[in-house]
């Protein structure tokens, strides 16, 4: 018996009772029924909509793409297909119709449906699993950024771990690189195994940690040493989280490891180094401050506060400069202690020492500073003293001279020479020390006169040149403003320069004298081609009794004070010396005058 055949009226209800979309099409392509899944799944308000000629969806206003996201071109809907080709047909399709934005993702499948040979028309069936695709694109999603967080991790020498708490398996990526029970790689053990691997020392408390986050269900944060061979081992940060299932036990423990043992290495030897800085800043008796770049006092260690104030907040109130690149080598100061007694202090600075502070030492030079003026003082009297025998000695001398100069003496003569030029030494000595004492004293006076120095200077060179047999001293050039100046402390200054330009150039035979107006205003040059002084070297020869000590020059004779006595010459004419020079090619002094004020 054939079955009744059911009702429209029947089947419409059913039909739209079903989940899937389903929409009928007559043989020319027309949208003659769809159910409730269908024209919802469209987004047609109602299932009358489409209901006309020509109504395929095409038409209706749809935007349709591919999986890809390409247009789907109306010809290859599977309905039309269907209809061409009397076969069915599936795609997949996106639907969007605007002003949605959102896509159905729809698997659509065409069949025909014949009565005897003749196409009736298409069935199709839309399956909507929007939401499958969706997780897809999450889990893609997911992927890759875990594919970005391996490499970040990679990069990091870092790895990801995960311990899946109900099932005990610990599972670990290569950047953790445990060393001994679990190979390289991705690795798998059990929570046990992981604690295993771990430094006998330091098993129970990261076991505890773990633990105790796994109770309170939060954050932990362990560092571990892993045995290597022999002594040897690795250090481990890893930190980490715990994740509970619905119920709130703790189901999973997840996060990441990196191998600390470079930067543990490196705060130890920070550690060791602040702590070798700190004894040395506190034990020392030399005050020293740590300041920012503006002098204001970060850090003072003991020495310091036996010394300045503690109301001292800053050392700019001492005088120091701000700008401390000014600032070489070593510095004096003068400071009234707490005690109410004057100190003398050498100061260095050593700029940016840490980024963005200065640190300061400050020796106290004051026993020193004392001695020295004392010795001055002592020296001073003796070369006073000193003054008339050696004028009478001198006197003498030339008397020797006048009466022995004859050629049945001329061992004799050899002798008397000798006496004259160490007399000489001990006058220039005498004379030194004089002006030395009259310098701190401020006694040094100036007898200033109208001089032309193209004379003073030629007739100076011929008159040294006569004591010198090894050098030739060149005088160039000419000088045509007139000055004004202490003719004798002018002489004095060019006999200490052109001196040294002999003494410190041993394996020369030249010394060239040059007279130029720079700007203006008169110089004299005067160069050699000896063994130089080193920039570090050039500001500090000005200094009273120093001298460059270096080997080379050991057995080279002077007390040291020509230069600061020629310097501070110099400065009481208004005037300056200056220095070129190159270790190994030779020094320039520039001594500079003023123009006269009177022409
Ligand atoms: P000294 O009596 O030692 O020559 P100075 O005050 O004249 O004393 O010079 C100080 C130091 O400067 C010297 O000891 C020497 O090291 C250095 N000096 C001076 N002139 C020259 C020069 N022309 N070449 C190299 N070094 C020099």
Redesign the pocket.
Known sequence: MKPAPISDRLLRPILDAFLYGITVQNASGDLVYMNQAAAQLMGFSSQKTPLRKGADGVRSGFLMYDAEGNHFPADRLPGRLVIKTHTPHTATIRFRKPPSTKDHWTLVTAVPVFTGDTLEGVVNVLHDYTKHARSDALHKQVQEHENTLRMALDVANMGVWDWEIPGNTFSWSDGTKPRRSLTRGNKQGTFRQFLNHIHVKDREAVRRVILDAGKKRGKFEAEFRIPGRGKSHRWMLKRGEILTDKKGRPARMIGVGMDSTRQKKMEAELAEGNRKFRAVFNSTNVAMFITDTRLRILESNTAASRLFFPSLRSLSRLGVPEEVSTLNGDNELIITTKEGVTKTLEYRVHPSFLPGKHLFVFHDITSRADEDQRREHLLGIASHELRTPLASIKAFIALLKRKYLKKEYEGMTAYIEKIDETSDSVVRLVN?FLDIARIRENRLELYREQIDLNTLVRELAADLQLTIPTHTLHVRGTISTPVEADRQRISQVLI??I???V???PDADSVIIRLSDRNGSPRIS?R?F????EKS?QK???RM??????KS?KR???????????RTIMERHNGSIK?Q?KPGE??T?HIDLPISSKP
Do not use: T
């Not at 009794?545 to 270096?550: G, L, P």
């Not at 080279?556 to 020629?566: K, S």
């Open positions: 030194d200490n320069i001196k040294n330009a003494k410190y150039s005067i050699d000896g063994i130089g002084i070297e500090k020869i000005f009794y120093y001298k460059v000590h270096a020059h080279i004779y002077g007390l040291g004070a020509g230069l600061f006595i020629a220095i020079s030779g020094s002094f």
